[in-house]
């Protein structure tokens, strides 16, 4: 089992950056694929980036892509999604999550879950 504690998260201006972490505990953090999705209010679930177990590949959504990067240090068992010249449409609660799979973009794909970390990007 393996649980996940997402930090980081926070107000922040348009144009701003934050980056967020993720600390993982109880398993083999590198035998992971690690992701990361987004909840707006009333909206589903999106992915947002996905780093492979040895953090050598990665993949983004298109909306994020070039403002965003995924990274991950398995000797501390952290993933981080690093934020650039956010907008208000990022605004959402920020969930990483672990996959056995290589590099799974869905949310079905996923084995454990962290309980999120809110983002506001608001003048």
């Known amino acids: 089992q393996v649980q996940l504690v997402e930090s980081g998260g926070g107000l922040v201006q348009p144009g701003g950056s934050l980056r967020l972490s993720c600390a993982a505990s109880?398993?083999?953090?590198?035998?992971?694929?690690m992701g990361w999705f987004r909840q707006a209010p009333g909206k589903e679930r999106e992915f947002v980036a996905v780093?492979?177990?040895?953090?050598?590949?990665?993949y983004y959504a298109d909306s994020v892509k070039g403002r965003f990067t995924i990274s991950r240090d398995n000797s501390k068992t952290t993933a981080y999604l690093q934020m650039y010249s956010l907008k208000p449409e990022d605004t959402a609660v920020y969930l990483c999550?672990?996959?056995?799979?290589?590099?799974?973009?869905?949310?079905?794909?996923?084995?454990?879950w962290g309980q999120g970390t809110q983002v506001t990007v608001s003048t």
């Open positions: 109880g398993g083999t953090f590198s035998s992971y694929s």
């Open positions: 780093i492979s177990w040895s953090g050598g590949r990665t």
């Open positions: 999550a672990a996959a056995s799979r290589p590099l799974v973009i869905t949310e079905s794909g996923y084995n454990f």
